[in-house]
């Protein structure tokens, strides 16, 4: 059955044109963007949803997207998304950070001029019919130093575009390596430089906890006096009163603004300000913008759906498609080794460790990560997916370690998971052979090679005569089939397990009847999805 993709918000024809042409059901319904009871009502057959900014994707709503597998946001901010339901619901949440780069940046530096020659309000004098040349005193940007806080994509490109100008540029950006900053041709410095030392300051930063009020009352009292600050990043950045008081004073020479800390700003303490250039968040506001992050969410939406690609996700690592192809076994892997961590704990989990070994330590590893907590802890919430199951550990105090190393065994790679409670620490370790197919390579420290199946059981016991009779005996006694099975033991009267394929999952009888012939120390029932 094909996929079923609502569109509730403005995207262009083009865009829904991608989603037929893909193979996937579309149904365009704008309207729903702005009626959230009718989109809570409809939601619930589509298995993705595309929307801009209109569209709210609250709690209820994903509430009610039963079938919902992820949400593509046209543009860059999320913030019309609630990304921790999104997460526990096990949606995932992507956004286009990369299709309206060049319209961003492009605006800031607008802005950035318009302040320094005063354009707006020399426009409105004009217009009146005034001709106040002498009023109008700019600044020259040739020879400014500007500062940016962040210098991501959008913030290279501006710094490109000043560099262009012959303007000196700064950046602060705990994130950029001086490798990346003499690439750029920008100086990377601390934010306190940066602010004794820029004429013009822009921001092109997200808006998280570490980031909200950056440039806060303290922090505009450290900059150069005349400084002009340009904000067309997230409203929230700036401490707009402490602002449009320096603007009062002097201190601050001017300010430009596309965002504001709430929106849609109809009153603000930076409007009607002298030398204050104000626009309605039109940061993406250009026609090739608004196609491209329409064309581009559609793409990654439908490559998602169709191949299990995942691309710009907000809560979940991205996995092109041909990472897909060669990863799918491995990911299949972690999520069986994470599930017979799971079915085999009763107490609660305070740990999950995971080693990468050889080939599967050069792959994406929070993707294999994010299979394996799933798996470990599916048993108690088969609602969990590889999204959400992060999250879900972080809430229950879960700790996570992760170890990579090069190849160390016979194999081109390995992967070996441990899970730590009060009482124990019990590890399975596994790997994919040449023919797709993982299998079970280690349990309890006893190598073995097992195949996964559907319906297995597994016992410990010591290694004695009359184990595998009293198994297959206590099966026929009750007509379970045994397919296969594969055995370990690490010598001779020491540990040994037994791992039986089944045909059908095995009745509540059969373990009763072997844990009282007192030979297993363990005897699980064990079920895996294999597809």
């Known amino acids: 059955m094909a996929p079923k993709v609502l569109v509730s918000d403005a995207l262009s024809?083009?865009?829904?044109?991608?989603?037929?042409?893909?193979?996937?059901?579309?149904?365009?319904?704008?309207?729903?963007?702005k009626d959230k009871d009718a989109l809570i009502a409809a939601i619930g057959q589509y298995d993705g949803l595309a929307i801009r900014s209109a569209t709210k994707v609250t709690e209820k709503v994903l509430e009610a997207a039963t079938n919902l597998k992820v949400v593509g946001r046209a543009g860059i901010g999320v913030d019309n998304v609630d990304i921790h339901a999104a997460s526990k619901k096990g949606v995932i949440v992507m956004n286009t950070p990369f299709g309206n780069s060049i319209t961003t940046?492009?605006?800031?530096?607008?802005?950035?001029?318009?302040?320094?020659?005063?354009?707006?309000?020399?426009?409105?004098?004009?217009?009146?019919?005034?001709?106040?040349?002498?009023r109008f005193m700019g600044v020259e940007l040739t020879a400014k130093t500007l500062g940016l806080i962040g210098c991501g994509n959008i913030g290279s490109i501006?710094?490109?575009?000043?560099?262009?100008?012959?303007?000196?540029?700064?950046?602060?950006?705990?994130?950029?390596?001086?490798?990346?900053?003499?690439?750029?041709?920008?100086?990377?410095?601390?934010?306190?430089?940066?602010?004794h030392r820029a004429d013009f300051i822009t921001l092109h930063v997200p808006m998280t906890e570490k980031t909200a009020n950056i440039l806060s009352r303290e922090n505009l009292a450290k900059t150069k006096k005349g400084v002009r600050i340009v904000n067309c990043a997230r409203g929230g950045l700036v401490d707009e009163a402490a602002l449009a008081e320096m603007l009062k004073s002097g201190h601050v020479a001017g300010a430009a603004f596309d965002v504001f800390a709430e929106e849609p700003a109809k009153e603000n303490v930076l409007f009607n300000l002298p030398n204050v250039v104000c626009t309605p968040h039109l940061g993406a506001s250009t026609t090739e913008a608004q196609e491209n992050v329409a064309l581009q969410v559609a793409e990654q939406m439908a490559d998602?759906?169709?191949?299990?690609?995942?691309?710009?996700?907000?809560?979940?690592?991205?996995?092109?498609?041909?990472?897909?192809?060669?990863?799918g076994p491995w990911i299949a892997l972690a999520g069986h080794l994470g599930s017979f961590a799971g079915q085999m704990t009763d107490e609660p989990i305070k740990a999950i460790n995971?080693?990468?070994?050889?080939?599967?330590?050069?792959?994406?590893?929070?993707?294999?990560?994010?299979?394996?907590?799933?798996?470990?802890?599916?048993?108690?919430?088969?609602?969990?997916?590889m999204v959400s199951a992060p999250l879900v550990a972080k809430e229950r105090g879960i700790a996570?370690?992760?170890?990579?190393?090069?190849?160390?065994?016979?194999?081109?790679?390995?992967?070996?998971?441990?899970?730590?409670?009060?009482k124990r620490e019990r590890s399975?370790?596994?790997?994919?052979?040449?023919?797709?197919?993982?299998?079970?390579?280690?349990?309890?420290?006893?190598?073995?090679?097992?195949?996964i199946g559907e319906h297995m059981l597994y016992t410990t016991n010591k290694d004695v005569p009359g184990i595998i009779g009293a198994l297959g005996a206590t099966?026929?006694?009750?007509?379970?089939?045994?397919?296969?099975?594969?055995?370990?033991?690490?010598?001779?009267?020491?540990?040994?397990?037994?791992?039986?394929?089944?045909?059908?999952?095995?009745?509540?009888?059969?373990?009763?009847?072997?844990?009282?012939?007192?030979?297993?120390?363990?005897?699980?029932?064990?079920?895996?999805?294999?597809?």
């Open 475 to 531: 099966m026929g006694a009750h007509g379970v089939n045994i397919a296969n099975f594969t055995l370990g033991r690490t010598g001779p009267g020491e540990n040994a397990i037994a791992i039986l394929y089944l045909d059908h999952p095995i009745p509540h009888a059969v373990i009763d009847e072997l844990k009282a012939t007192g030979l297993f120390q363990q005897v699980r029932p064990l079920e895996f999805d294999v597809g």
């Open 13 to 33: 024809e083009t865009a829904v044109q991608i989603f037929r042409d893909h193979g996937i059901e579309v149904d365009f319904r704008p309207e729903l963007g």
């Open 158 to 195: 501006v710094a490109d575009r000043a560099i262009g100008l012959k303007m000196k540029v700064l950046a602060y950006d705990p994130f950029l390596s001086e490798e990346r900053a003499d690439k750029l041709g920008v100086t990377k410095v601390e934010l306190d430089e940066l602010l």
């Open 354 to 385: 995971i080693l990468y070994d050889g080939v599967s330590a050069g792959m994406k590893t929070e993707a294999l990560n994010c299979a394996a907590i799933a798996g470990v802890l599916k048993e108690a919430n088969p609602a969990i997916n």
């Open 428 to 451: 399975i370790a596994g790997t994919v052979f040449s023919d797709g197919k993982p299998r079970f390579i280690q349990i309890k420290g006893i190598n073995i090679d097992a195949e």
């Open 105 to 134: 940046a492009e605006h800031a530096i607008s802005m950035m001029m318009a302040v320094a020659r005063q354009i707006p309000e020399a426009n409105a004098s004009t217009h009146a019919g005034k001709w106040e040349k002498s």
């Open 304 to 327: 998602y759906l169709l191949t299990g690609a995942v691309t710009n996700a907000i809560n979940m690592p991205s996995i092109t498609a041909e990472e897909a192809k060669v990863m």
């Open 400 to 422: 996570m370690s992760t170890t990579t190393q090069g190849k160390s065994g016979a194999f081109d790679g390995y992967i070996k998971l441990t899970v730590v409670t009060e």
